[in-house]
């Protein structure tokens, strides 16, 4: 099928699919799942959503065409360009930033070992992760990336109520939300306004890593260094 599964089974006796794959979003999340559904003839009782914050930005690069195959309209930004991105202008000398594009273009270890210390010298500020917090971004691509991932995961819920199917919702944050205390986030507001109006269960992480303790030590404890994914005590 040339779909990516890792599956496993719970101490509960549930089977467990994971279908999360890098650059994912509501689009795509509502596509899969009919696709599974329908073509497939995959038969499962609970589907988890958990909506990522960079989401947001990559509804905008995608669509449906006629046939409802998921078409990207363009890159949403070149992979090194947004890593250059990961500090706010004027805080990392432009050699600085030359030479992150450099290592990232060239080599992956000394790239990461790269942003390891960069992370530690200062915080992260993604382009894509930004739109929480910077009024600017959020009218640049955020007001329109929220209402295209609402427009699919209304089409999400429609699909799996018809089957029968619950549903339940997730946010987090990326480590650029924890490290400016944005706890009662727009992204969660957004999505608990929706999960409301549906019926939906949502699961709401920011308060479990937005807390009184030192943001910096919460990015260092539970993320990857250099990284916006959790690391194993981040997932525990």
Do not use: C
């Amino acid at each position: 099928t040339g779909t990516r599964r890792y599956t496993g089974r719970s101490s509960r006796g549930a089977e467990v699919l994971n279908g999360a794959v890098s650059f994912y979003s509501p689009t795509i999340y509502e596509r899969k799942t009919r696709w599974l559904l329908e073509d497939v003839g995959l038969r499962f009782d609970e589907l988890v959503v958990f909506i990522d914050i960079s989401d947001i930005l990559d509804e905008t690069a995608y669509r449906l065409d006629a046939d409802s195959h998921v078409v990207l309209t363009g890159l949403v930004r070149r992979r090194a360009e947004r890593a250059a991105e990961r500090w706010a202008p004027g805080r990392s000398p432009k050699a600085l930033q030359t030479l992150g594009r450099l290592l990232d273009d060239h080599t992956l270890l000394l790239a990461r070992a790269y942003d390891a210390l960069a992370a530690r010298l200062q915080p992260p500020l993604h382009y894509g992760a930004s739109w929480t917090l910077d009024a600017g971004l959020l009218a640049e691509y955020g007001q329109a990336g929220l209402a295209r991932a609402r427009e699919r995961m209304d089409a999400l819920a429609t699909l799996v109520a018809a089957r029968g199917i619950r549903l339940t919702v997730a946010v987090y944050p990326w480590p650029d939300q924890i490290l400016m205390g944005d706890r009662a986030s727009l992204q969660a507001r957004f999505w608990q306004g929706w999960a409301d109006a549906h019926g939906v269960p949502l699961i709401d992480f920011f308060p479990v890593f937005v807390t009184g303790e030192s943001p910096r030590e919460t990015v260092r404890r539970y993320f990857i260094a250099g990284d916006v994914h959790w690391n194993e005590a981040g997932h525990a």
